[in-house]
């Protein structure tokens, strides 16, 4: 059936539900703010900028979410743990693009399924933390919650939670969102053109020829399609991109969330579309209370400790009338736990009847620490745990719909393992990130491939 045929469940304004109604519950994962004036006065300026996103975006990537479900679309989502205000420049930017151009490349091509594209970028600089301090050498400050909070240097000053910084990542996610359109509109996303994605280092890759042959295979359909249509043919002329982030830091959320002129109920404009960690997703806690109001397309990250019953309450919270692409569920299990622990939550999500989108995000339950002190991942079991959710769909009889990447296009070396070969000792060759490994770009190709063959698609044409 198609998504627009589907009956129209009642749709309505949640109960008892403002913008601020998060306020009167508990928000953990939130910093303290010493100078209540100066953030009074930053969120006051936030809530009167203009948005980063609009509704009908928001509501255009609800309905391909609605496909996804349907198993008519694929998700990409990724992008950096943690964007820096540092890394918001030219060259970040386009690379961090041009790997998820490649990698979706390689899945429309080998999955032969359309691919949605979620960025985790534009306000992806609120992070969890483990502790709420960190002590080194018998002096304790408070933790880096990443960059709209405060700044990692390990001195009082930079660990102080500024409200100033608000305002600097609304700028730093509207520059990348500008130039990022810009990009897109521009033709950078052009299939005519792939070797405008091309990396300075993707030709001495052990993938080059694989991702080359690939790439010459469509170019040749795209030419033998013009021919017979006897124009060029536009729609492959540009893709759409939607961002993401983990909507941590309520206040800030809560500056970004507006009505809309012709259209009920409340928009956060921040993002196309908000999740919830794994940390954050207590059913009467305010992560959950503000979620439940807006009207973004949403996602929750769904770890190893969480309980059926849990998960089936959160849904009901979050999507009362079971909408279509309205819920995401992003499971971050562990190579070594994922065969246990996911199989029971697709089972009461199947028999319950509703509407999901199951993504597998094989980073988070995966970080290891070396023993020279790096924070790391080993290729290996990210590829682990994604297969075997991979058979773990197809045994449940539920579909897996789109992968959830902690990645960059910069060369940096910070996972382990993958075509190259990485070992511990290359680790501090080029590591960069503040918060968790990231892929580089070879090992993420490499994963777009294994998904493709993982899914019974081929890569050669
Ligand atoms: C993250 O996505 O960076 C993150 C902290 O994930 P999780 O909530 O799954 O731990
Ligand atoms: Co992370």
Known sequence: MNVSDRPVQPIREPENWAPDSWQAREAIQQPHYEDQAALGAALGELSERPPLVTSWEVLTLKRLVAEAQEGRRFV???????????????????????????????LV????????????FAGQYA????????????????SYRGDII????????????DPHRLLRAHSHSAMTMNFTRALIDGGFADLHHPEYWDLAWVDHSPLASEYRQMVDGISDSLRFMETLAGEA???????????????LLLHYEQAQTRRVPRQWG???LGTHFPWIGMRTAALDGAHVEYFRGIRNPVAIKVGPTMQRDHLLRLLDVLNPDDEPGRMTLIHRMGADKVADKLPPLLEAVRASGRRVLWVCDPMHGNTESTSNGYKTRRFANVAGELEQAFDAHAAAGTRLGGVHLELTGEDVTECIGGARGLVEADLSRAYKSTVDPRLNYEQSLELAMLIVRKSGGRISV
């Open 76 to 106: 990409l989502q990724g992008g950096d743990c943690a964007e820096s205000f540092a890394d918001c420049n030219n060259r970040v930017i386009t690379n961090r693009l041009k790997v998820l151009l490649q990698m979706s490349l390689v």
């Open 109 to 120: 091509h080998g999955m032969r399924l359309p691919v949605l594209r979620v960025g985790r």
């Open 127 to 142: 992070k969890p933390r483990s502790a709420d301090t960190e002590t080194r050498d018998d002096i304790t400050l408070p």
């Open 150 to 161: 405060n700044a990692p240097a390990f001195t009082p000053e930079a660990r102080r939670a």
């Open 233 to 247: 043919l536009e729609s492959f002329s540009r893709v759409d991109f939607f961002t993401s982030h983990e909507a």
């Open 266 to 268: 409340w928009f956060n």
